[in-house]
């Protein structure tokens, strides 16, 4: 079992940056492939980006390619997002994940957080 605390959201303007965090405990993060995806209000949920088990191996929706940047410390047990040029379409709220059997983008995640807010204004 795996449990996955997101922090870092906030309110912040257009063109800005924050950097999320999603600190795991229960079991090491080394073990799973990790992403991140959001959900705006009146939304499905939809996919932000992807990391394999080392981090070698990254991913990104065409919406954020470029201004987001996902990255994993497997000796904290942590995993982020940078997210810059932030766009008031980037307001959501932001949930990591881990996935035992990770293929990328189209993995079947395990275990979710329980959700971080961004607000990016105008």
């Known amino acids: 079992q795996v449990q996955l605390v997101e922090s870092g959201g906030g309110l912040v303007q257009a063109g800005g940056s924050l950097r999320l965090s999603c600190a795991a405990s229960g079991r090491t993060i080394s073990s799973y492939g990790m992403g991140w995806s959001r959900q705006a209000p009146g939304k499905d949920r939809e996919f932000v980006a992807a990391?394999?088990?080392?981090?070698?191996?990254?991913d990104y929706a065409h919406s954020v390619k470029g201004r987001f940047t996902i990255s994993r410390d497997n000796a904290k047990d942590t995993l982020y997002l940078q997210m810059n040029s932030l766009k008031t379409e980037d307001t959501a709220v932001y949930y990591c994940a881990a996935a035992r059997n990770w293929v990328g983008r189209n993995s079947r995640y395990d275990y979710w957080g329980q959700g971080t807010q961004v607000t990016v204004s105008s």
């Open positions: 990391i394999d088990r080392s981090g070698a191996i990254t």
